[in-house]
């Protein structure tokens, strides 16, 4: 074994690389899961291997010092987004050499439940004001005077427009939320499809498909003998 060198602490090594999980997982700013995220590792690293002063070997200390992943479309974002914005959302999966807490999974169906809920039991709320306003009255055996007229229309015109309101705006946020899903979902699925197709490609012209003809040239040959 190589004979390990004093580590100085401004040694390090970058790198990334594309993993392929066995299932899809949640991913920190992406509203889809990706089982093909681009991993980018930082470890400490040491100079090992000494035979001049301009030629020797760098090795990793492992685990990584620092682990991210990016889902493909945060990946291309990230190259090509200098100097624009805070910067774009990725997965810190290792810090310090330690594993990180897991993503927690969005459940938009469930958001969509609370927000509904939420606006459902405001309206209820707002109901229940009204009839008990009324059965006060009622109760009393007097004759509504104009204050009261005018602060019983004001409920059921506030409670109206609330309900009215908050119907519209939950259907422009789910309109909005799916469009904005389905977008990044072709995103993801297309980035996907072309990192899988350079890997098959690259595959084929380094070995399978080195001495076979392609399927066109096989067609043409065929017709040329019929």
């Known amino acids: 074994m190589a004979d ?6 401004y040694m390090a090594t970058i790198s990334w690389s594309r993993l392929m999980c066995g299932a899809p997982q949640p991913m920190f700013g992406s509203e889809i899961k990706t089982d093909s995220p681009i991993c980018i590792r930082i470890c400490k690293a040491y100079i090992s291997d000494y035979s001049s002063a301009t030629d020797y070997r760098v ?7 620092l682990e991210v992943e990016l889902t493909p ?3 291309a974002e990230f190259l090509t987004s200098g100097n624009m914005g805070d910067g774009v959302p990725c997965t810190i999966t290792r810090l310090d050499g330690k594993r990180t807490s ?5 459940n938009i169906a469930k958001e969509y439940d609370d927000f509904i809920k939420e606006k459902f039991d405001n309206f209820q709320g707002r ?3 009204t009839e008990k306003m009324v059965k006060d009255i009622l109760e009393s055996g007097k004759s509504m005077n104009k204050t009261q007229m005018k602060e019983l229309l004001h409920q059921l015109e506030f409670t109206r427009n609330n309900t009215v309101d908050g119907i519209n705006y939950a259907k422009d ?13 072709k995103a993801e699925v ?10 098959l490609g690259a595959k084929f012209l380094m070995n399978d498909g080195s001495d076979a003809p392609a399927p066109q040239l096989v067609e043409i040959a065929n017709d040329d003998k019929n």
């Open 4 to 9: 390990k060198h004093e580590r100085k602490d």
């Open 59 to 65: 090795s990793s200390e492992t685990p990584a010092m």
């Open 73 to 75: 479309v945060q990946w």
């Open 102 to 106: 897991p993503v927690e999974s969005r």
């Open 127 to 129: 109901i229940k004001d």
């Open 173 to 185: 946020r789910f309109r909005e939320d799916m469009a904005k899903l389905v977008a990044k979902s």
């Open 190 to 199: 297309n980035a996907y499809a072309e990192l899988r197709l350079s890997a």
